[in-house]
């Protein structure tokens, strides 16, 4: 008799813990969706859509369909691109995914241009 209890109160807890797997792992999956929605962007990720334009010029940019090195220059307000990377042999064969070195040069109010 003490064996069939135990066998039972056994099953009763696999069953249990069997009950209890999928509302836990629906639980963690919308936890890890839902704080992975943010309005804001994080350090080193990629951006898509309307917020492509408003993207910071860091040090190292990397090109995104549709931009051209002049641009790129205009944008990051640095005219030494080509000079800065010497593994762009050939201005115009600019692609997604290409990895430059940007050096922002600041413009003063009276026009004339600071380098950093």
Not at 15 to 24: G, H, I, K, R, S
Not at 38 to 48: C, F, I
Request: hydrophobic content about 40%.
């Amino acid at each position: 008799m003490a064996v069939h209890r135990k066998a039972t109160a056994r099953h009763s807890f696999l069953t249990l813990v069997d009950a209890a797997t999928w509302p836990c792992a629906l639980i963690v999956i919308t936890l890890i969706l839902f704080c992975s929605m943010r309005d804001e962007p994080v350090e080193g990720a990629v951006m898509r859509g309307s917020k492509l334009g408003e993207r910071p010029c860091d040090e190292l940019y990397v090109v995104t369909e549709g931009e051209t090195l002049h641009s790129i220059s205009d944008k990051c307000h640095d005219p030494f691109i080509l000079e800065e990377n010497p593994h762009i042999h050939d201005p115009d064969d600019v692609f997604p995914g290409l990895v430059i070195k940007i050096t922002q040069i600041n413009k003063a109010k009276d026009g004339k241009t600071n380098g950093l």
